[in-house]
């Protein structure tokens, strides 16, 4: 079945950086997109990132653009949220989430994915 497993959260101080990794497997596709969600306490969850696995195409939430970097590795089907100058408000726990298809970047939204893995906490605090 579909798995995505989210690594490389933990606790930075603010202006580090930390990668994050996500692992998808159980499936077979050229067209899907995987996107970067995450949730604060108290909070809804909210768009991240996304990246279309077949051309590359990208979305960033105005809260991340020029901070965030997301990129993919298609052939092991990983994809990476590389997060520089982390600041108090990104803490919260990051999901990674998968939908099927040719999805458009400005889809990148929760209720567009479909599967989600269980999410690792990034905590930014000095």
């Known amino acids: 079945q579909v798995q995505l497993v989210e690594s490389g959260g933990g606790l930075v101080q603010p202006g580090g950086s930390l990668r994050l990794s996500c692992a998808a497997s159980g499936f077979t596709l050229d067209y899907y997109a995987i996107g970067w969600f995450r949730q604060a306490p108290g909070k809804e969850r909210e768009a991240v990132s996304c990246i279309s696995m077949s051309d590359g195409s990208t979305y960033y939430a105005d809260s991340v653009k020029g901070r965030f970097t997301i990129s993919r590795d298609n052939a092991k089907k990983l994809v990476y949220l590389q997060m520089n100058s982390l600041k108090p408000e990104d803490t919260a726990v990051y999901y990674c989430?998968?939908?099927?298809?040719?999805?458009?970047?400005?889809?990148?939204?929760?209720?567009?994915?479909?599967?989600w893995g269980q999410g690792t906490q990034v905590t930014v605090s000095s």
């Open positions: 989430a998968t939908d099927f298809g040719i999805i458009p970047m400005d889809r990148c939204a929760v209720d567009e994915y479909d599967y």
